[in-house]
């Protein structure tokens, strides 16, 4: 419960950072594109009788930093952006020939991929990536990562993944 009101917090904080900054560096599309993922890897959770708490929080945050940026009018399209359209539709239809275990783990990579020019960005210059949530992100996955009970792959991927994910976002800022 601690790493979704961590999760939460530090969401809330890159909201309001992004609705009172330019919004430069983010787009509507990438924010978009990356709510789907977080959606679908829900209802693939909920589907496979896993607890989706962490990516309700990415997704509702993710959901709302887009819908922040359509006033921003941050709207373009990068070709990765196109990867991740593809990905996103790949998800669902996977999800309906498949089924959900194997839409989750899609949607997973899907997100991973969705995350590497932030990476690479953020090891260029970590100046310009928001070290606060990342942090705030870090503590939400390892946290929820640690306190699953079972080893099943819908219980930790998600969360195990984003830790590592996040831990690529954090440590450029203690290595300048």
């Known amino acids: 419960m601690l790493g979704v009101v961590i999760g939460a917090l530090s969401y809330a904080y890159m ?17 978009g594109l990356w709510a789907m993922l977080a959606w679908i890897t829900v ?3 909920i589907k496979q009788g896993a607890n989706p708490a962490v990516p309700t929080i990415f997704g509702i945050g993710s959901t709302t930093t887009a819908l922040v940026l359509v006033f921003k009018g941050r709207l373009f399209w990068t070709g990765m952006d ?45 100046a310009c990536s928001p070290i606060i949530p990342n942090i705030g992100f870090l503590i939400t996955n390892a946290l929820a990562f640690i306190s699953v009970k079972g080893w099943r792959l819908e219980d930790r991927l ?19």
């Open 15 to 31: 909201i309001v950072q992004t609705a009172i900054g330019t919004g430069e560096g983010v787009s509507l599309t990438t924010f």
């Open 43 to 45: 209802f693939t959770m």
């Open 82 to 126: 196109t990867i991740i359209a593809i990905l996103v539709v790949l998800c669902v239809l996977l999800w309906k020939t498949k089924g959900a275990k194997w839409a989750f783990v899609l949607s997973v990579l899907a997100a991973v991929i969705a995350g590497v020019p932030f990476i690479i960005m953020t090891w260029k210059t970590p």
């Open 158 to 176: 998600y969360c195990g993944i984003n830790t590592v994910v996040c831990s690529l976002l954090v440590i450029p800022w203690f290595l300048q």
